[in-house]
Each structure stands twice: as structure tokens, then as C-alpha cells.
């Protein structure tokens, strides 16, 4: 069974500070996705991340796949209130490309 | 708005009704997705079409679940004989060839279902 691991789980932190959440696995990935949820909302698709190694940016919002495409991070530099939301990492994988999750990272900035 | 849409967004409804949710993919996407999302979870793959022909069903879907897809654009999910333990965040999603890379997966907003 594929499994996607996400840590932390809960994140209160202040205005400005910086954060990282973690997806890791022991499975290859063809790609691996980056969601942003609000509560009562579908998730909505942040980043892509499809080459081991790649970086990608999104404003303050840092997005790494690693080498082996077992794991990836998501890095927010300088968070705000606004960053607030539950984040999901999903792994691409098999042949009908059905994604699986990790169980999201409940994030938590305060003003 | 070209996006996926739900509906209906909320459903309520008895143990032991029949209940059905209805998903609008984006037009060009032929892949179709459901999953069902409890609270402080993450989605549940449940099954996937791709155009008219369901490919993949969850072993965690019972014979309650039925889905369809019958011209290829919109989708039914329908559960008989609700249970409490339906009531969940039910999301459709859509993808298709377009983008880089992998077959980038776009939700609905969801229905939300809640059994009594």
C-alpha cells in the first residue's frame, strides 16, 4: 500500500514567521501534487511538481520535490493570517494516475 | 465560471434514503475522479472514469455506491440505503492531457452529506 506521510499535522505560528511541512515516502512518485483546502471546500491545486530535484515558486511559497521523487516540502517564508488553511500533499502514481494523500497539514498563522 | 461544479453543495438526508450527487467536470478534462473526505482527513480515492468507461473502483466502496458517467461529461454518484457512516465530504475532480508534467487533478467544491 502507498502511503503518504505529512508533518506536521497542526501548525499555529506567528505573522512573519517562517514554516515547513514535509511529505515523504518509500514510493516512487510519477509526480506529486501541492493543495490548499478551506473548510467546507474542494482542494485547490497549488503546484505540480513532475522532476526529481525540481524547485518551483509560488510567490513565498517554495515547493521541492526530492531527488528520488519519494518526498517533497513546501516552505512559506514570511507566513501571514491569510496563509491560514489546511494543506495536502498527493502523490501521482500507477497507471490511472489516481492520487494518493497525504492527511494534510492543519495550518494556523496568527496575527 | 469553467471549473467543476458539485451539486448539490449540502444534502441531508435519513438513514436508509437513496441520495445522489451530480459533477460537472471541465469540458475538455476526460478523466473523471471521486473521493470522499472526512473531517481531519484527507480525501478517499472511491473510483475514476475515464471518458464513459469507469476503469477503477475502491475495495472500500461497497455495492451501495454505484457511479456513472454515461456520455462521458457529467457524472452521478449515487449511494443506496444511506448510512451514518456516508456522511462525509463527497469531491469530484476532473483532469485531462492539458498542462507539464502529470495529469493535474482540479476539484469541485464538494457536497456534503450528512445522514441522520
Known amino acids: 500500500t502507498q502511503l503518504l506521510e505529512q508533518s506536521p499535522q497542526f501548525l499555529s505560528i506567528q505573522e512573519g514567521e517562517n514554516l515547513t511541512v514535509y511529505c515523504n515516502s518509500s514510493?516512487?512518485?510519477?509526480?506529486l501534487q501541492w493543495y490548499r483546502q478551506e473548510p467546507g471546500e474542494g482542494p485547490v491545486l497549488l503546484v505540480t511538481?513532475?522532476?526529481g530535484g525540481e524547485v518551483k515558486k509560488l510567490k513565498r511559497l517554495t515547493f521541492q520535490f526530492g531527488d528520488a521523487r519519494k518526498d517533497s516540502s513546501l516552505h512559506i517564508t514570511a507566513a501571514q493570517p491569510g496563509d491560514t488553511g489546511l494543506y495536502l500533499c498527493?502523490?501521482?502514481?500507477?497507471?490511472?494516475?489516481?492520487?494518493?494523500w497525504g492527511l494534510g497539514t492543519s495550518l494556523a498563522v496568527n496575527p | 465560471d469553467t471549473g467543476v461544479s458539485q451539486n448539490p453543495r449540502h444534502k441531508i438526508t435519513k438513514r436508509g434514503q437513496n441520495v445522489t450527487f451530480r459533477c460537472d467536470p471541465i469540458?475538455?478534462?476526460?478523466?473523471l475522479y471521486w473521493y470522499r473526505q472526512t473531517l481531519g482527513q484527507g480525501p478517499e480515492f472511491l473510483t475514476y472514469?475515464?471518458?464513459?468507461?469507469?476503469?477503477?473502483k475502491s475495495r472500500l466502496l461497497s455495492d451501495r455506491f454505484s457511479a456513472e458517467r454515461p456520455k462521458g461529461s457529467f457524472s452521478t454518484l449515487e449511494i443506496q440505503r444511506t448510512e451514518q457512516g456516508d456522511s462525509a465530504m463527497y469531491l469530484c475532480?476532473?483532469?485531462?492531457?492539458?498542462?507539464?508534467?502529470?495529469?493535474?487533478?482540479?476539484f469541485g467544491p464538494g457536497t456534503r452529506l450528512t445522514v441522520t
Open positions: 475532480a476532473s483532469s485531462g492531457s492539458l498542462g507539464t508534467g502529470g495529469y493535474e487533478q482540479y
Open positions: 498527493a502523490g501521482e502514481a500507477g497507471n490511472n494516475r489516481k492520487l494518493i
Open positions: 511538481v513532475v522532476t
Open positions: 472514469f475515464q471518458n464513459e468507461a469507469q476503469l477503477e
Open positions: 469540458s475538455e478534462h476526460n478523466r
Open positions: 514510493s516512487v512518485f510519477s509526480s
